[in-house]
């Protein structure tokens, strides 16, 4: 594949070349679930969230895992982020296998690979925006002054650059959510792990960290996986992985998603 002309490279070309693997021509998988499966025993009772999920996700998009309230997706999540291990089955990250990784493997790939956005921003309540975004850095052995710095570009970029000194309880619900998202870039990742983010939100703050989402994709090269049963994600992912009672119902483009949206209004 030869390289898009500089002037008409659009993001979604650079995007497309960049993660283009010519020797195998297909995009490059960074996590890939194989017929992973989770019981969750409750005293006598056996709850399955999840009856074996096959899935590729590929560096770069936006995945949308979307179905209605029960039906695995935060187990699903927790799974491909290293959270908690399937019963059954495995999740590999860049090919790697992440039941082989150790404790402290394990911890390295969660704090500076993934990052994670949660329901209810899950913000540290004592710590101004900007320690809770140098936080994770902290964590990952960058050197203080570096952290601060690069705690304020990130905050900046998602639009909180007037608010590094107040606490999360002095912000706004989408304000939270945004320091969340900077947090989650805090280290870099190549992933970041969403898993409801737009649940407690208005529709139009809603909205917003959609569009940060896929400002993170477009112009980062970051894969961004959301757990979601809103549908304002539809027109906004690249692929949406649905599921149904712990199993892939089916998986959509974009572009096929617009005609079957009449589907959608029994997934609540
Ligand atoms: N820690 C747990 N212990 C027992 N059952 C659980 C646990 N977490 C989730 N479940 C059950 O697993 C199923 C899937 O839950 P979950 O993954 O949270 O779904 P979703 O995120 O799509 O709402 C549900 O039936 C839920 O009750
Ligand atoms: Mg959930």
Redesign the pocket.
Known sequence: MSMPTGATLSNKDARDFLYFDEQTAARRVVVHAQGVKKV?Q?GKIE?H?LRGIDLSVYAGEYLAIM??????????FNMIGGLDKPSAGKVFIDEVDIAQLDAFELAWLRCRKIGYIFQSFNLIPVMTCLENVMLPMTFAGVPSEEAFERSGEILKAVGLGHRLTHKPSQMSGGQQQRIAVARALANRPAIVLADEPTANLDVRTGEEIIELLVGLTEEMGVTVIS?THDMKMLDKCDRVVW?RD?RCDRIEDRANIDIQVGDVSNVH
Not at 67 to 76: A, D, L, V
Request: charged content about 5%.
């Open positions: 969750y409750m709850v969230a179905g209605p309230s029960g039906s695995g997706k935060s187990t699903f757990a599921i712990g």
